[in-house]
């Protein structure tokens, strides 16, 4: 499984921004793929995830209600949909997938198998 993620930049507090997570290689029917991120000097933290056919969605406490995760399955691409970004959210976001027969992706530690190379968001005015 490969994972390549887009969509992040410099953006002002307050402001949206949407990462997309391409995933190419095997059958994705068998996977969950998940959102994290880390900032600098800090620890990676788990964000969302969600198994590749749909239910059920899992948010960390921090963010939801702010952020969504979504798929749109013929550009095989999850999305992290990001409302109300604070500097506290600047880090490097990186998307993971893992099979969901493993039942890792979806219980703390949140350990994952395939991760992509990151995409970095910036927040500050």
């Known amino acids: 499984v490969q994972l390549v993620e887009t969509g992040g930049g410099l953006v002002q507090p307050g402001s949206s921004l949407t990462l997309s997570c391409v995933v190419s290689?095997?059958?994705?029917?068998?996977?969950?793929v998940g959102w994290f991120r880390q900032a600098p000097g800090k620890e990676r933290e788990f964000l969302a995830t969600?198994?590749?056919?749909?239910?059920?969605?899992i948010y960390t406490e921090s963010v939801k209600g702010r952020f969504t995760i979504s798929r749109n399955s013929a550009k095989r691409t999850i999305y992290l949909q990001m409302n109300s970004l604070q500097p506290e959210d600047t880090a490097a976001y990186y998307c993971?997938?893992?099979?969901?027969?493993?039942?890792?992706?979806?219980?703390?530690?949140?350990?994952?198998?395939?991760w992509g190379q990151g995409t970095e968001v910036t927040v500050s005015s």
């Open positions: 993971a997938a893992e099979p969901i027969a493993t039942n890792r992706w979806s219980r703390p530690p949140f350990e994952y198998a395939f």
């Open positions: 290689g095997r059958t994705l029917e068998t996977y969950a």
């Open positions: 969600r198994a590749w056919l749909g239910d059920p969605t």
